[in-house]
Nanobody
Framework: QVQLAESGGGVVQPGGSLTLSCAAS????????MAWYRQAPGKQREWVAV???????IYADAVKGRFTISRDNTKNTVYLKMNNPKPDDTAAYYC??????????WGQGTQVTVSS
């Protein structure tokens, strides 16, 4: 059973816009804070944005003011809208719970490449 499935990645120009989606299983999504993570080649996976079950959001400094995380609790889906992306945002993007102890099986991720 697939627990997490990311989609929406691609090639985007600096200053453009892209929206990522993550469909999660109900057992992973329900009542849990969800997060987007990313991993660039040769670097460790890092968190990007968090959204609680109630809709409170937190962002890493690197993306604050440019990215927006949201969730649809009726669809067990979390989104990441990337505005004004920069080349340093190039990475594979993943979603999972914010709480490490509740991690689901990682999905395949979705690749985002920011390039002109």
């Amino acid at each position: 059973q697939v627990q997490l499935a990311e989609s929406g990645g691609g090639v985007v120009q600096p200053g453009g816009s892209l929206t990522l989606s993550c469909a999660a299983s109900r057992s992973i999504f329900s009542r849990n804070a969800m997060a987007w993570y990313r991993q660039a080649p040769g670097k460790q996976r890092e968190w990007v944005a968090v959204i609680t079950d109630g809709g409170i959001t937190i962002y890493a400094d690197a993306v604050k003011g440019r990215f927006t995380i949201s969730r649809d609790n009726t669809k067990n889906t979390v989104y990441l809208k990337m505005n004004n992306p920069k080349p340093d945002d190039t990475a594979a993007y993943y979603c999972n719970t914010r709480d490490r102890s509740k991690f689901g099986t990682w999905g395949q991720g979705t690749q985002v490449t920011v390039s002109s």
